[in-house]
C-alpha cells in the first residue's frame, strides 16, 4: 500500500487505516455514534411535537439554543484535553450526551427540556472537536487519509440511522419515539466502551504538522503555552472558517427551501439533495483527500471551494425563472456542487486547523477551531432563511460572491502564516507566501 493511500481502495484503507488497530476502533466508535445521532436527527423534532406537545415555535427556540449552546463545547473540551488528554475527554464527552439526553425522557416541562437539549449540543460539539485531535495525534501525516475514512464512516452510520428510524416513525407512538431516543442513548454508550479500549497516544510522538518527526516532549514543556485567544492570525482563520462552512446550510436549508417557494421543481426532488449528497461523500472522499495531503495544497484548495459555492449560488438563482425540468436539472447540479465544496471543506479545514496551530498548544487550538462549524449550524439557517432566500436571485448570488471572497481572504492568510511558521530560507531563495505556494 502507498503511503499516502491516494492510490488504495477504499475497503483496503478501512483494513489498514492510520493509526492501525486504534484508528480502526475509533473509526468503529464514529459509525456506532452517528447511527444514533442518525435516529434522533430524524425523529427529534417528531418527538418533541408528538411526546412533549410542543408547538413548531418553541421546537425551534430549543433546536435554536441547543446550536447556540454547541458554539461552546468545542474549545472547553480543548482546554480540558491539553490538562487531562483527548480520550478521557472524549469519554466524558460521550458519558455528558447520553445523561443529558436520557434526562429528556424525564422533562415535563420546556425549561428543565431546553436545559437537557442544550448540554446534550455542547457535548456533541466537544466531541467533534476531541475526534479531530484523536486523528491528528494517531493519524500523522495520513490524517487526510484518515479524515476521508472517518467521513465515510460516519455518512454511513447517519444513513443507518435514518433508516432505523424509518421503522420507528412508520410505527407513530409515543413508545416508539422514547424507543428511538434510547437508541441514541445506547449509541454513546456503545462509542464510550470503545473509546475506553483505544490507548492513548504517547505524548512525547506527536507528529509536528508538516513534517514526518515527533516533537520531543521537552519542547513541548519549554516556555508558556501559547493561547489561540491572544493569536490574532488564528482567529482570523477560524472567523473566515465560519464563513467557508456555509455549504452545510445551503444543502440542508437553502435549497429544500427554495425549491419549495421560489421555483416550479417538484416537492419530491427535496429528498435528492440528501440522497445525493450521501453517495458522493461516500464514493469521492478518499479521492478528494488524495489531493489535499500538505498544508500547501490545502491552502492552494482554499479558493476552490468559493469558486463551487459560487457555482451553487449561480445555479440556484437561474433555477427560479426556469421552467419545472430547467429548475430540477439547474438544482440538482447546484447539491453536486455543494457537495463538492463539503468536500473540499473537510480535508482543507483539517488540514489548515492542525497546520496552522503551534504543536504544544495543539488541543487548545483545535478547539477553538471547531467554532466555526458550531458557529456555522447556529446561524447558517438564520442567515439563509433571513437574508439570502428573501433577497431572492440576487441574495444567492451576493452569499456566492461573498464565500468566494472570504476563500481568497483566507487563502493569504494562511499561506503568510505557513511562511512565518517555515524554517528561514537558505542565502538568496525566494519568500514569502507565494515562495510557500510554489513549494
Not at 391 to 419: E, I, K, M, V
Amino acid at each position: 500500500m502507498r503511503e499516502d493511500g491516494h492510490r488504495t481502495g477504499l475497503l483496503a484503507q478501512v483494513r489498514r487505516p492510520p493509526g492501525g488497530r486504534a484508528g480502526r476502533t475509533m473509526l468503529v466508535s464514529l459509525f456506532t455514534d452517528r447511527t444514533g445521532s442518525g435516529v434522533w436527527a430524524a425523529a427529534c423534532v417528531l418527538y418533541f411535537t408528538e411526546v412533549g406537545h410542543l408547538t413548531a415555535g418553541r421546537v425551534g427556540l430549543l433546536l435554536g439554543a441547543a446550536s447556540v449552546a454547541g458554539i461552546a463545547g468545542s474549545p472547553i473540551a480543548g482546554r480540558l484535553a491539553a490538562s487531562f488528554g483527548g480520550r478521557p475527554v472524549l469519554m466524558g464527552c460521550h458519558l455528558l450526551r447520553a445523561l443529558a439526553l436520557a434526562a429528556v425522557l424525564f422533562c415535563h416541562s420546556f425549561a428543565p427540556l431546553l436545559l437537557a437539549v442544550a448540554v446534550n449540543a455542547l457535548g456533541d460539539r466537544a466531541a467533534r472537536a476531541m475526534e479531530m485531535l484523536f486523528a491528528t495525534e494517531v493519524a500523522g501525516e495520513r490524517r487526510s487519509v484518515y479524515r476521508a475514512l472517518s467521513r465515510t464512516a460516519m455518512n454511513a452510520g447517519y444513513a443507518a440511522g435514518a433508516g432505523l428510524a424509518a421503522i420507528g416513525l412508520a410505527v407513530g407512538t409515543p413508545t416508539a419515539y422514547r424507543a428511538l431516543l434510547l437508541a441514541d442513548v445506547a449509541s454513546y454508550l456503545v462509542a464510550t466502551a470503545l473509546v475506553a479500549a483505544i490507548r492513548e497516544p504517547r505524548r512525547d510522538a506527536r507528529v509536528v504538522a508538516g513534517s514526518d518527526r515527533p516533537g520531543p516532549a521537552a519542547a513541548a514543556a519549554d516556555g508558556p503555552r501559547p493561547s489561540p485567544w491572544r493569536d490574532g492570525g488564528y482567529l482570523r482563520f477560524v472567523a473566515l472558517d465560519c464563513a467557508l462552512t456555509i455549504d452545510d446550510a445551503i444543502l440542508n436549508v437553502g435549497l429544500p427551501l427554495w425549491l419549495i417557494h421560489a421555483t416550479g421543481a417538484p416537492h419530491a426532488l427535496v429528498p435528492a439533495f440528501l440522497a445525493l449528497n450521501t453517495v458522493l461523500v461516500v464514493v469521492s472522499q478518499l479521492r478528494v483527500s488524495a489531493l489535499v495531503r500538505t498544508p500547501r495544497q490545502a491552502v492552494r484548495a482554499v479558493p476552490l471551494y468559493g469558486f463551487a459555492v459560487l457555482g451553487t449560488c449561480a445555479a440556484a438563482a437561474l433555477a427560479a425563472p426556469s421552467g419545472p425540468v430547467a429548475a430540477s436539472l439547474l438544482l440538482l447540479l447546484a447539491a453536486v456542487l455543494v457537495t463538492f465544496a463539503e468536500l473540499l471543506r473537510s480535508v482543507v479545514s483539517w488540514e489548515l486547523s492542525v497546520a496552522l496551530a503551534p504543536e504544544r498548544a495543539r488541543a487548545e487550538y483545535l478547539g477553538v477551531a471547531g467554532m466555526a462549524q458550531s458557529t456555522e449550524k447556529a446561524a447558517g439557517p438564520l442567515l439563509l432563511t433571513g437574508a439570502v432566500l428573501a433577497a431572492g436571485p440576487a441574495g444567492w448570488l451576493a452569499l456566492g460572491a461573498a464565500t468566494a471572497a472570504a476563500a481568497y481572504a483566507q487563502r493569504r492568510s494562511a499561506a503568510a502564516r505557513l511562511a512565518a511558521q517555515a524554517p528561514a530560507p537558505a542565502p538568496g531563495a525566494a519568500t514569502g507566501p507565494a515562495a510557500v505556494l510554489s513549494r
